[in-house]
């Protein structure tokens, strides 16, 4: 994997089982039944599997609304997380497009489009 | 194990209710399905009730045992609530299926309500995605239009699906309703209507979206050695399939390889056409839990009617009508009859059990074999039920 910094990572767990690599929260690992992980963070460099701009959200994000929300690959890992998108402009998110981490708020996790 | 019929069906109308509790719609659903089925009401051994948002939006609680009670049921009943966001009343059908073919009971009563209309779209969307798991997608600003707006964009970027496709299922949807008085929607509306309806999660726009809904449906269930001492048209549930799918929309892709399915539809329909010894090709008319347009496509494809990427094309050539060879929700579906969305497996059942007596409003020709299918949070929870005459 790519690491980086908790402060500036993209946080996985991996299973000290195992080894297997998850997107938090998980709290058993299907592949070997321990409950054992640790925090491991990535650059998280990769590129969206998906997108929408969602424009009718719940009440608590109503204000922030139109806002691109993605499924991001993240290219070392082979996973793909959920994501937002710090710097989106009106159609400038596409499947394909490539994006780089920026940063963890509260549950959200910010991407760059490159 | 024992066969089980539907002998009985009841519903509320699907749409604004909102001079009605979700109580009351539930016993109106209930007590017209008993009156349907002819049965006596001490004979009723347990009754399942799918509700989802009622302890959010009324602050409503314990309702299947004030329904019990206000219908006039035995006190030595299990009255139960079961929760499976939109999903929840298949749940019951389940349960109650379990218990007569065991030889446990021999009448269970099972159905949903749900009251949505008189909450803000923005507090009801936010009770949805309590079926969302909160760390990874809720609290991020995630809804459940954004699930099917990232499905719809890349089904039509793997398989060339059109929005045109997807705004043709509206269409068809709202055709099929116009004839059915328990409908939200009973007017017709044109592609161009739909493609010009204004955005709520790209590219899915307005009339993609299933409407909220409130409404309740009701099936009385019995085993079919004794089914037909009460009804002429009994309906066997031939097959019962139940799965649980993923937790969220990253993890059905880490998992699959793909968002293009629902895995928990894919497993509930192997367990279901199992059971009843039966392929896709022998149903005669579905139910399925189009939610968006795009679901009806993806769902469509999981059930096996039409190849992986082909669901889209299936509805341009017109093979999803009512005439057409796998006709898709006559109803209405959720995009027109309405989603209340704890009892819309009930009310999928509900319109089955009307085409296969051959009562419908929008009757397809000789229904012998319907199949519904419901499913609840991002891919979380499905059920397949397959219905054949009994008569």
């Not at chain 2, 602050?59 to 045992?65: D, F, I, M, R, W």
């Amino acid at each position: 994997m790519s690491v980086a910094a908790p402060e500036t990572g993209l946080k996985f767990l991996q299973c000290n089982g195992c080894g297997k690599l998850y997107v938090p929260p998980k709290y058993l690992c299907t592949q070997c039944d321990q409950d054992d992980f640790s925090e491991v963070f990535s650059k998280g460099a990769g590129e969206v599997y998906s997108f929408t701009i969602i424009r009718m959200p719940f009440e608590e994000f109503a204000e922030e609304a139109p806002y691109a929300f993605g499924e991001i690959k993240v290219n070392n890992e082979n996973l793909v997380v959920p994501g937002r998108f710090t710097n989106e402009q009106e159609k400038a998110v596409k499947i394909g497009s490539r994006v780089s981490f920026v940063k963890r708020d509260g549950c959200i996790n910010w991407f760059q489009l490159a | 194990m024992r066969d089980v019929a539907v002998i009985g069906i009841g519903t509320t109308n699907f749409g604004l209710l909102g001079e009605m509790t979700v109580e009351e719609m539930g016993v109106r659903a209930f007590s017209d399905a008993i009156r349907d089925a002819g049965v006596e009401k001490k004979d009723i051994e347990a009754l399942f009730l799918g509700n989802f948002t009622a302890g959010m939006l009324q602050g409503q609680e314990t309702l299947a045992p004030m329904i019990a009670y206000s219908l006039g049921l035995r006190e030595n009943i299990a009255a139960v609530k079961v929760e499976g966001a939109c999903c929840s009343s298949s749940i019951g059908i389940r349960l109650g299926y379990q218990l007569i073919a065991s030889g446990v009971h021999d009448l269970v009563l099972v159905g949903g309500a749900e009251k949505m209309t008189t909450a803000s779209t923005a507090r009801a969307t936010r009770a949805l995605s309590a079926a969302m798991d909160p760390v990874s997608e809720s609290h991020t600003g995630y809804t459940y239009p954004g699930f099917f707006g990232l499905v719809a964009n890349r089904y039509m970027y793997e398989y060339g699906g059109t929005i045109e496709q997807m705004g043709m299922v509206s269409v068809k949807n709202h055709n099929n309703s116009v004839s059915n008085p328990r409908a939200r929607f009973r007017h017709r509306i044109t592609l161009e209507e739909v493609l010009e309806s204004r955005l709520v999660a790209d590219p899915l726009k307005l009339y993609d979206c299933c409407p909220m809904a409130d409404g309740a449906a009701a099936l009385v269930l019995c085993s079919l050695e004794r089914a037909r001492e009460y009804s002429k048209k009994p309906v066997v549930i031939a097959g019962s399939g139940m799965s649980r799918g993923f937790r969220t929309t990253h993890e059905t892709i880490n998992d699959k390889g793909t968002m293009l399915s629902l895995p928990c539809t894919v497993s509930a329909a192997k367990e279901a056409f199992g059971m009843a010894k039966l392929q896709p090709g022998d149903i005669d008319v579905v139910e399925l839990h189009d939610c968006f347009t795009i679901a009806e496509i993806v769902d469509s494809e999981d059930l096996g009617f039409f190849e992986r990427g082909k669901g889209g094309r299936a509805v341009q050539e017109g093979l999803t009508q009512v005439d057409g060879k796998t006709p898709i929700n006559p109803s209405g579906g959720l995009i027109s009859k309405g989603h209340p969305v704890g009892a819309t497996g009930c009310g999928q059942a509900y319109e089955i059990v009307k085409q296969l007596r051959g009562e419908h409003e929008n009757q397809v020709r000789n229904a012998e074999i319907g199949l519904t299918h419901n499913a609840g949070g991002t891919g979380a929870i499905c059920a397949v039920h397959i219905f054949k005459r009994g008569f």
